[in-house]
């Protein structure tokens, strides 16, 4: 073997282990939740919505579907932390929240989780961000943050 080949895969083998120890660092040690994905063969729920669990924890059930997010427009107090759930009713979709981490995909069957505090308040945009068919466009939410 050559030793720039050597060289590059030497590089790599460190790369990837420096990416899985930054990955492990930001779950384990910083607490950040990385979505999750629970498999099923049916949705998990028929229609969206949100739920006050607490003074300052929410849960909101969100839908996916041709061509709009459901619930549309959520409210919400500053400093709320929310369990957010995820499904489609149809094709595959993505989900933005704008200016937060929240980057999921709505599959079909599945149901994706990700847990996220709004400690800023404003209004957060959400974007399908997978081309899903001719309405993808008008596909987008809101969450105001009060
Ligand atoms: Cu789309």
Redesign the pocket.
Known sequence: MDKYEKRVLYTGIVLMAIFLGAILYSSKVMGDDLPECLPGDALAYDKGEVTQLDEKTYQIKYI?KM?AFEPRVVEIPRGAEVDIFLTSKDVV??FLIENTTVNMMAVYGALNKITYRFDKPGTYRIV??????V???D?AGVIIVK
């Open positions: 996916a061509w979709h993505g399908c961000h997978e081309y899903c068919g309405g993808h466009q596909m």
